[in-house]
């Protein structure tokens, strides 16, 4: 599991600030945990996140290494708005299984299990087979700066509303949900061998992809959906695209 950073969002206009902001509808925050992404201008990914509700003040549970640029520009973002974004020392658990009290389930997936956030110790899974499994990225692998979440799968991973209103990169995100079939994405493929994380993917001379975690013999791969038919290959291993 990646390290994780939680921030706290707090003051009288945390959630409307968020809202104008980021790709979920932030008012779920009253049924539970929210998974969200903060986009470009252009559309692309910068960081995703949980949205946590805390009282009256809203934690950001996010990937270490993405914290500080995300404090930063949702401090760029405020304004005059009515809040204070600060890093705190609280820490992330994760579980398999059914949420237990005081937890909430990952929004993304059931088979993801649970997160929690007042103090208790995670427990052992194998995260990398579960998120191959579900088919759910991760920040900083299968999630780059190169990256249209719709191409992620974040309308399957309830990551995005799209009868919210506005957000940062919503024009670029809607038009890509309104296209007749998307052309790249995240796949599951079948992989026989093994590669590093970020080779890629060729259907016979012709690039066709990327491929990324790996685990019991399946994987998360980027593909272009027309190249890829038949065997593929990344390095040494070969895979087979399974829709």
């Known amino acids: 599991m990646s390290e994780r950073k939680i921030l706290r969002i707090s003051g009288p206009e945390a959630e409307h600030f968020l809202q104008g902001l980021v790709t979920n509808d932030v008012t ?14 252009q559309g692309k990914y910068r960081a995703d996140f949980f949205l946590v509700p805390d009282g009256d003040d809203i934690l950001v549970d996010v990937a270490e290494p993405l914290a500080g640029d995300l404090l930063r520009a949702l401090s760029m973002y405020k304004l005059r708005a009515k809040v204070t ?3 705190t020392d609280l820490a992330v658990a ?21 997160r929690a956030y007042d103090g208790r110790p995670s427990e052992t899974a194998d ?9 759910v990225p991760e920040s900083g692998i299968e ?7 719709l191409e992620a799968g974040f309308e399957r991973l309830h990551g995005v509303d799209f009868r919210k209103g506005c957000y940062v990169g919503q024009e670029v995100t ?8 998307l052309r790249k994405g995240l796949a ?10 970020g080779t890629e993917i060729l259907s016979g001379e012709k690039p066709a992809g990327v491929l990324y975690t ?14 890829a038919v038949g065997t593929l290959t990344a390095a040494d291993a070969r895979l087979r695209y399974e829709p």
Do not use: N
Request: hydrophobic share 40%; proline share 10%.
């Open 214 to 227: 790996q685990s019991g013999g399946r994987g998360i791969a980027y593909l272009r959906f027309d190249r």
């Open 174 to 181: 809607a038009r890509m949900k309104h296209k007749a079939e």
């Open 143 to 149: 999630l780059t700066p190169d990256t249209f979440i």
């Open 94 to 114: 994760r579980g398999p299984g059914a949420a237990p009290d005081g937890a909430f389930a990952d929004p993304r997936d059931p088979r993801l299990g649970w």
């Open 127 to 135: 995260w990398d087979a579960l998120r191959v499994e579900a088919l």
């Open 188 to 197: 599951p493929v079948v992989v026989d061998g093994t590669a590093p994380v």
């Open 28 to 41: 779920r925050l009253k049924d539970g945990i929210v998974y969200t992404a903060l986009l470009t201008p």
């Open 85 to 87: 974004v600060e890093p």
